[in-house]
Nanobody, 124 residues
């Protein structure tokens, strides 16, 4: 089993930055693809970014491309999401997820483990 704990969320003004962290425990995630998803009030959980087991492949949703960067430090068992140029429409609960496979994927149902989420609120 893998436990995931997100941190780094908060309230920020539009145009600001936040860095989310996802700390994994229970077992090493160095052979797992990882993803970030988000869910705004009244909306379904949506894909944000994903990264392969070694960080060599990354994918981004069009809405965040060029503003967000996903990365990982396997030695620390941690995944990050650097969010720049934040917009009010980025407001959501952000979730980290782990997939028992090396290749990243955009589909939430393909991920095996989920964190509890961290709230990100961007004010205009």
């Amino acid at each position: 089993q893998v436990q995931l704990v997100e941190s780094g969320g908060g309230l920020v003004q539009a145009g600001g930055s936040l860095r989310l962290s996802c700390d994994a425990s229970g077992r090493t995630i160095n052979s797992y693809a990882m993803g970030w998803f988000r869910q705004a009030p009244g909306k379904e959980r949506g894909y944000v970014a994903a990264i392969s087991w070694d960080g060599g492949v990354t994918y981004y949703a069009n809405s965040v491309k060029g503003r967000f960067t996903i990365s990982r430090d396997n030695a620390k068992n941690t995944v990050y999401l650097q969010m720049n140029s934040l917009k009010p429409e980025d407001t959501a609960v952000y979730y980290c997820a782990a997939r028992r496979a090396m290749a990243p994927i955009r589909t939430a149902s393909e991920y095996d483990y989920w964190g509890q989420g961290t709230q990100v609120t961007v004010s205009s």
